[in-house]
């Protein structure tokens, strides 16, 4: 009946384009082999154009021949006319409804036209169809993957499990997916048979082990997450991604020690990776490894110049270790590689208001710069009501101040300054007014 | 009073909050100030549980519909993600939630609807009601005995579009303690209906009842009982939900210095859209229009904020909405309603400004 239906849909597309056909039946036969070849020679030379016309004569000859409608079908795919090599691979799959082929060809075409509910309704005719076929719904779930399309990857990866034919690496593959979609306790437990399965191969015990890693991290079981991930860099101590992964669950809990001893140990075993010498960084840093840090991370600038949180960190050490030349001159790099860097501006004028002597009129200038990124910025508006107040310019000060305090009321160290440059100013009243908020401020718990 | 009676009581869902937060079953909410942004991200979406989390895996979930269908139908995980599937921004409200609280969130869920997969299996012509049965069981009351949660739905409901069997909120896949891996989510109505951890749809003819329903005793709770001048009690079942908004900061009892703030909160009603929200900085006395950060949509929650000038003294905030459908939060509870839900007052916050 869908074969019927099928002919009697393209038929009807594809007689508009058929002249009526004089030969016999051995002609005919004939003639379609012919056309066949002369398809298949064109396909090979990648000329799709001219293989599609020849598929279109051969199923204009015998509109039955579901070879004539996948090659058609391919063809205009491979020419990347998507519309008509759907029509054209329907027809096969109805006409062949018992292989896959075309089924498995309908769903590459309908996701290359990104019609996802298309994709959908092929994948339900395959399940309903192929239930027990594990390579198509394997074949499918890893196309499906590789295009992004990962509920449908976990749907595929499921239905292929449910054909009892899974192995260890498509359960590992299952289990990533079920981890990257949000099924962690699912991906726990099917990576969980891996890592348990005695005739699985290191490397994807190692794998398994990693996906269950993230996932007991997922779900806040930490000490878990850091035995599944020390499993994982034993099971493959090349592995580099399990190193930081580890790594980055001490950071999470503020054992940077124990994330630079594993970090180190990534460095000696698997590799010395931008990733593995920025994460070894920061924790040098955060571990007040000040000098062992900067050296890691000026190596990491000298490999790769553009890794802007290098130079976050960087900065960090050096105002942590009181070098404020050096401090600023890593913020100005950062804002030359990254101009467009988040509070790049605001960060470099903090570090020239602690230098000595303080070049106001370049505060100022790094301030309209930040105030040019982001012109609602409260910390803008203090810090340049400071550099006013320092410079002695107070009404200046005082307008800057009020602005900080109108983007930012709940927050005490504007009324402070504010009530300061009024004392200043003698305004006695005013000045004992703002800081009587300061200490209420400090009381107030409806602070956001 | 048993602690599942007290989940059970109107209000419960304010007054158990975090203090419960590992003990099961969960009940979590946040507060509003914390949400940025339009959506409430998982990790803040409110929680009422009525019983113990179940455990479910993707692999072996399975939701049967049955009953008065011609084709009664199982399907998988991977047949609901191959279904169609629609993508809507719905808000969420326990029906014990009080006046100003946080058991409400909104979210952008994704699922299968509803109607589509009670048409595949033909349901009858003659067909009511819809018995929703989730994963989680246990007794309602000390003397009901331990049944599957479950919810009676009208079939009229359940075949409106924006029904849906929902897997995903915020474009993940549902978090556990929201109904992993699938539930039904009914938008515009209170939350008890849209049942956590679907596993079942029966679907009823006319006649005939829902008897878990009724043996678990869940058919005496989730009611509105209004009292007339006679004394007469008159009870039904709540559905919909009413024009409601809420103030996210300041939150009651701050301390603020006299300055411009800018209040902000949510607002959201049942199956109409949210018209206008209201600011009164003396106790409801005066009102002015707050500003509404988007063009308002059905089922989803508007995001509103108004700059207030504050000056010292003691101020006493209150938010008032209306919907397109001319329904607006009243001041103070009716008092013939003598249960504890449908708690849309407009909640006073009091402010102390210097």
Same mark, same amino acid.
């Given at each position: 009946?869908?074969?019927?239906?099928?002919?009697?849909?393209?038929? %009807?597309?594809?007689?508009?384009?058929?002249?009526?056909?004089?030969?016999?039946?051995?002609?005919?036969?004939?003639?379609?082999?012919?056309?066949?070849?002369?398809?298949?020679?064109?396909?090979?030379?990648?000329?799709?154009?001219?293989?599609?016309?020849?598929?279109?004569?051969?199923?204009?000859?015998?509109?039955?021949?579901?070879?004539?409608?996948?090659?058609?079908?391919?063809?205009?795919?491979?020419?990347?006319?998507?519309?008509?090599?759907?029509?054209?691979?329907?027809?096969?799959?109805?006409?062949?409804?018992?292989?896959?082929?075309?089924?498995?060809?309908?769903?590459?075409?309908?996701?290359?036209?990104?019609?996802?509910?298309?994709?959908?309704?092929?994948?339900?005719?395959?399940?309903?169809?192929?239930?027990?076929?594990?390579?198509?719904? +394997?074949?499918?779930?890893?196309?499906?993957?590789?295009?992004?399309?990962?509920?449908?990857?976990?749907?595929?990866?499921?239905?292929?499990?449910?054909?009892?034919?899974?192995?260890?690496?498509?359960?590992?593959?299952?289990?990533?997916?079920?981890?990257?979609?949000?099924?962690?306790?699912?991906?726990?437990?099917?990576?969980?048979?891996?890592?348990?399965?005695?005739?699985?191969?290191?490397?994807?015990?190692?794998?398994?082990?990693?996906?269950?890693?993230?996932?007991?991290?997922?779900?806040?079981? %930490?000490?878990?997450?850091?035995?599944?991930?020390?499993?994982?860099?034993?099971?493959?101590?090349?592995?580099?991604?399990?190193?930081?992964?580890?790594?980055?669950?001490?950071?999470?809990?503020?054992?940077?020690?124990?994330?630079?001893?594993?970090?180190?140990?990534?460095?000696?075993? &698997?590799?010395?990776?931008?990733?593995?010498?920025?994460?070894?960084?920061?924790?040098?840093?955060?571990?007040?490894?000040?000098?062992?840090?900067? &050296?890691?991370?000026?190596?990491?600038?000298?490999?790769?110049?553009?890794?802007?949180?290098?130079?976050?960190?960087?900065?960090?050490?050096?105002? +942590?270790?009181?070098?404020?030349?050096?401090?600023?001159?890593?913020?100005?790099?950062?804002?030359?590689?990254?101009?467009?860097?988040?509070?790049?501006?605001?960060?470099?004028?903090?570090?020239?208001? #602690?230098?000595?002597?303080?070049?106001?009129?370049?505060?100022?200038?790094?301030?309209?710069?930040?105030?040019?990124?982001?012109?609602?910025?409260?910390?803008?508006?203090?810090? #340049?009501?400071?550099?006013?107040?320092?410079?002695?310019?107070?009404?200046?000060?005082?307008?800057?101040?009020?602005?900080?305090?109108?983007?930012?009321?709940?927050?005490?160290?504007?009324?402070?300054?504010?009530?300061?440059?009024?004392?200043?100013?003698?305004?006695?009243?005013?000045?004992?007014?703002?800081?009587?908020?300061?200490?209420?401020?400090?009381?107030?718990?409806?602070?956001? | 009073?048993?602690?599942?009676?007290?989940?059970?009581?109107?209000?419960?869902?304010?007054?158990?909050?975090? &203090?419960?937060?590992?003990?099961?079953?969960?009940?979590?909410?946040?507060?509003?100030?914390?949400?940025?942004?339009?959506?409430?991200?998982?990790?803040?979406?409110?929680? #009422?549980?009525?019983?113990?989390?179940?455990?479910?895996?993707?692999?072996?979930?399975?939701?049967?519909?049955?009953?008065?269908?011609?084709?009664?139908?199982?399907?998988?995980?991977?047949?609901?993600?191959?279904?169609?599937?629609?993508?809507?921004?719905?808000?969420?409200?326990?029906?014990?939630?009080?006046?100003?609280?946080?058991?409400?969130?909104?979210?952008?869920?994704?699922?299968?609807?509803?109607?589509?997969?009670?048409?595949?299996?033909?349901?009858?012509?003659?067909?009511?009601?819809?018995?929703?049965?989730?994963?989680?069981?246990?007794?309602?009351?000390?003397?009901?005995?331990?049944?599957?949660? $479950?919810?009676?739905?009208?079939?009229?409901? $359940?075949?409106?579009?924006?029904?849906?069997?929902?897997?995903?909120?915020?474009?993940?896949?549902?978090?556990?303690?929201?109904?992993?891996?699938?539930?039904?989510?009914?938008?515009?109505?209170?939350?008890?209906?849209?049942?956590?951890?679907?596993?079942?749809?029966?679907?009823?003819?006319?006649?005939?009842?829902?008897?878990?329903?009724?043996?678990? %005793?869940?058919?005496?709770?989730?009611? %509105?009982?209004?009292?007339?001048?006679?004394?007469?009690?008159?009870?039904?079942?709540?559905?919909?939900?009413?024009?409601?908004?809420?103030?996210?900061?300041?939150?009651?009892?701050?301390?603020?210095?006299?300055?411009?703030?800018?209040?902000?909160?949510?607002?959201?009603?049942?199956?109409?859209?949210?018209?206008?929200?209201?600011?009164?900085?003396?106790?409801?006395?005066?009102? +002015?229009?707050?500003?509404?950060?988007?063009?308002?949509?059905?089922?989803?929650?508007?995001?509103?904020?108004?700059?207030?000038?504050?000056?010292?003294?003691?101020?006493?905030?209150?938010?008032?909405?209306?919907?397109?459908?001319?329904?607006?939060?009243?001041?103070?509870?009716?008092?013939?309603?003598?249960?504890?839900?449908?708690?849309?007052?407009?909640?006073?916050? #009091?402010?102390?400004?210097?």
């Amino acid at each position: 009946m869908r074969a019927l239906i099928a002919i009697a849909v393209f038929g %009807r597309v594809l007689a508009a384009e058929c002249e009526p056909s004089r030969l016999g039946e051995k002609e005919t036969l004939a003639r379609f082999q012919q056309l066949d070849q002369e398809a298949q020679a064109a396909f090979e030379q990648k000329q799709y154009a001219v293989a599609a016309r020849h598929y279109r004569e051969a199923a204009c000859l015998v509109p039955k021949s579901a070879r004539a409608f996948y090659g058609l079908g391919t063809a205009e795919a491979a020419a990347g006319n998507f519309p008509a090599a759907r029509e054209a691979l329907e027809s096969a799959d109805a006409l062949l409804s018992g292989n896959v082929m075309p089924l498995t060809m309908l769903v590459r075409v309908n996701v290359a036209m990104k019609d996802i509910e298309k994709v959908k309704g092929v994948l339900r005719s395959a399940a309903t169809r192929f239930p027990n076929n594990a390579e198509l719904h +394997s074949g499918l779930a890893r196309f499906l993957a590789e295009n992004q399309l990962l509920d449908l990857a976990l749907a595929e990866s499921l239905r292929f499990e449910q054909t009892g034919t899974s192995d260890a690496e498509s359960a590992v593959a299952l289990a990533a997916l079920e981890n990257t979609v949000g099924a962690y306790h699912d991906a726990i437990r099917t990576a969980g048979a891996v890592t348990n399965d005695p005739a699985a191969p290191d490397a994807i015990k190692a794998s398994a082990a990693g996906v269950a890693g993230l996932s007991y991290e997922s779900i806040g079981r %930490r000490d878990e997450a850091i035995q599944q991930l020390k499993l994982a860099i034993q099971r493959a101590p090349a592995q580099e991604n399990s190193y930081l992964a580890l790594a980055f669950l001490y950071e999470k809990s503020k054992k940077f020690g124990d994330a630079v001893q594993v970090l180190e140990q990534a460095r000696q075993r &698997a590799s010395e990776t931008p990733a593995v010498l920025l994460a070894l960084g920061n924790n040098l840093v955060w571990a007040e490894e000040y000098q062992r840090g900067e &050296a890691v991370l000026n190596e990491l600038l000298q490999k790769d110049s553009s890794i802007a949180e290098a130079y976050v960190r960087l900065s960090e050490a050096y105002r +942590s270790t009181n070098r404020p030349d050096l401090e600023m001159q890593t913020l100005q790099k950062l804002a030359r590689v990254k101009p467009d860097y988040p509070m790049v501006h605001v960060l470099t004028a903090q570090v020239m208001l #602690r230098m000595d002597p303080v070049d106001y009129n370049g505060v100022l200038q790094e301030l309209a710069r930040a105030e040019k990124a982001t012109p609602n910025d409260a910390d803008v508006f203090y810090l #340049r009501g400071k550099a006013y107040i320092a410079q002695n310019r107070l009404s200046e000060a005082i307008t800057a101040l009020k602005r900080a305090i109108e983007l930012r009321p709940v927050d005490s160290g504007a009324y402070y300054q504010l009530g300061l440059t009024y004392r200043k100013l003698g305004r006695a009243e005013l000045a004992r007014e703002m800081l009587q908020r300061v200490e209420y401020l400090k009381q107030a718990p409806g602070a956001p | 009073m048993t602690r599942r009676e007290l989940i059970f009581l109107p209000g419960a869902c304010s007054m158990l909050g975090q &203090a419960l937060a590992s003990s099961e079953p969960q009940n979590l909410s946040f507060p509003l100030e914390s949400i940025d942004g339009r959506l409430t991200s998982p990790d803040q979406f409110f929680v #009422r549980d009525h019983f113990s989390e179940p455990e479910l895996s993707i692999r072996t979930w399975r939701l049967k519909i049955e009953g008065r269908v011609s084709r009664p139908t199982e399907l998988s995980f991977a047949d609901l993600l191959e279904s169609p599937t629609k993508k809507l921004e719905a808000v969420l409200e326990c029906a014990g939630n009080r006046a100003g609280g946080s058991a409400v969130s909104n979210g952008l869920w994704e699922g299968a609807p509803l109607a589509n997969l009670l048409q595949d299996t033909g349901v009858d012509r003659d067909a009511a009601m819809v018995v929703l049965y989730g994963g989680d069981s246990g007794r309602v009351m000390d003397t009901s005995p331990t049944l599957p949660y $479950c919810q009676v739905v009208p079939l009229a409901k $359940c075949m409106r579009p924006e029904s849906l069997v929902a897997f995903k909120l915020n474009d993940r896949f549902l978090p556990r303690k929201n109904g992993f891996p699938a539930r039904a989510l009914f938008p515009g109505w209170y939350a008890m209906d849209s049942v956590k951890w679907l596993q079942r749809i029966v679907i009823l003819g006319p006649h005939e009842r829902a008897s878990d329903f009724e043996t678990s %005793r869940m058919n005496e709770v989730y009611n %509105r009982i209004v009292a007339s001048n006679s004394g007469e009690r008159k009870i039904t079942r709540l559905s919909e939900l009413l024009v409601k908004s809420a103030i996210a900061w300041p939150g009651d009892q701050s301390k603020l210095p006299a300055a411009r703030h800018m209040i902000r909160g949510f607002a959201w009603t049942g199956s109409s859209r949210i018209r206008v929200v209201e600011l009164s900085a003396d106790g409801g006395r005066t009102w +002015s229009p707050a500003t509404l950060d988007h063009p308002a949509h059905s089922f989803s929650w508007i995001r509103w904020d108004f700059a207030w000038d504050a000056k010292p003294g003691e101020h006493v905030l209150m938010s008032r909405a209306t919907d397109d459908a001319g329904r607006q939060q009243p001041l103070v509870r009716d008092p013939a309603r003598k249960d504890g839900y449908e708690l849309n007052f407009c909640a006073p916050v #009091r402010c102390f400004v210097r």
